[in-house]
C-alpha cells in the first residue's frame, strides 16, 4: 500500500532560519503530493501541491520538488517567520487508471510540528 | 466559491447520546473522507467514500457511522458505541484523479 514518511519533530528555529522538512513516499499509480499546514484549532490548510515527477509547489515562501527518483518531496524555506509556527503535513493521492474508482485514498504523515523562536 | 463546509464548529454530546457532524462540498469531488485527530497527534481515518452509495472502513471506524446519498454531502455520526469521542474531526474531499484535496475547517466535539 501507499505510505508516507515524514521528519520527526518538533522543529525549533530561530526567526529567519533556514527550514527543510523532509517527506518522503511509496506509492503505486501516479502520485500527486501535498503538504498541508495546521494552525491551532484549525483544520488543514493546503500549502502546496505537486502532481506529477519534477514539479515543484510554491507557496508563500515555501517550496517543494516532486524527486521521483528519490521518493521524495522535502519542504523548503529560506527564511522563516514566528508566524510560521505550526503543524505540516506531507500527504499522497494516487491515480491509478484502470481502477474501480480512480483515486487511492489520502494518505498521511505523522505531521511535524515546527516552532520559530524570534 | 467552491468550497469543504463542516458544520457545527462546535458539539457538545451527552453520555449515551448520537450526534451527527455535517461535511458538504461543491467541488464536484467524487471522494469525501473523515478523520479523527486527537490532542497534539496525527490523523487517523475513520470512513471514507470515493462514489456515491458506497463507503469503506478506515483504521478506526467502531462507534461511528456514515451515508453518501448525494455526492454533495458525507455526514458522520458517533454513536454512543464510541466511548472516547471527544476529539477534532475533520472533513476533506478530492477529485477524481487526485489531484485536488481540501479539508473543512473541522468540528470539535466534546463530551460533557
Known amino acids: 500500500g501507499n505510505s508516507v514518511t515524514q521528519m520527526e519533530g518538533p522543529v525549533t528555529l530561530s526567526e529567519e532560519a533556514f527550514l527543510t522538512i523532509n517527506c518522503t513516499y511509496t506509492?503505486?499509480?501516479?502520485?500527486?503530493l501535498f503538504w498541508y499546514v495546521q494552525y491551532p484549532g484549525e483544520g488543514l490548510q493546503l500549502l502546496l501541491k505537486?502532481?506529477?515527477?519534477?514539479d515543484k509547489g510554491s507557496n508563500k515562501g515555501f517550496e517543494a520538488t516532486y524527486r521521483k527518483e528519490t521518493t521524495s518531496f522535502h519542504l523548503e524555506k529560506g527564511s522563516v517567520q514566528v508566524s510560521d509556527s505550526a503543524v505540516y503535513f506531507c500527504a499522497l493521492s494516487a491515480y491509478r487508471p484502470g481502477a474501480n474508482f480512480g483515486n487511492e485514498k489520502l494518505t498521511f504523515g505523522t505531521g511535524t510540528r515546527l516552532t520559530i523562536i524570534p | 466559491d467552491g468550497g469543504i463546509t463542516q458544520s457545527p464548529k462546535y458539539l457538545f454530546r451527552k453520555e449515551g447520546q448520537n450526534v451527527t457532524l455535517s461535511c458538504e462540498q461543491n467541488l464536484n469531488h467524487d471522494a469525501m473522507y473523515w478523520y479523527r485527530q486527537d490532542p497534539g497527534q496525527g490523523l487517523r481515518l475513520i470512513y471514507y467514500s470515493q462514489i456515491v452509495n458506497d463507503f469503506q472502513k478506515g483504521d478506526i471506524a467502531e462507534g461511528y457511522s456514515v451515508s453518501r446519498e448525494k455526492k454533495e454531502s458525507f455526514p458522520l455520526t458517533v454513536t454512543s458505541a464510541q466511548k472516547n469521542p471527544t476529539a477534532f474531526y475533520l472533513c476533506a474531499s478530492i477529485d477524481r484523479g487526485g489531484t485536488e484535496a481540501f479539508f473543512g475547517q473541522g468540528t470539535r466535539l466534546t463530551v460533557v
Open positions: 505537486a502532481t506529477k515527477a519534477d
Open positions: 506509492a503505486t499509480g501516479y502520485p500527486s
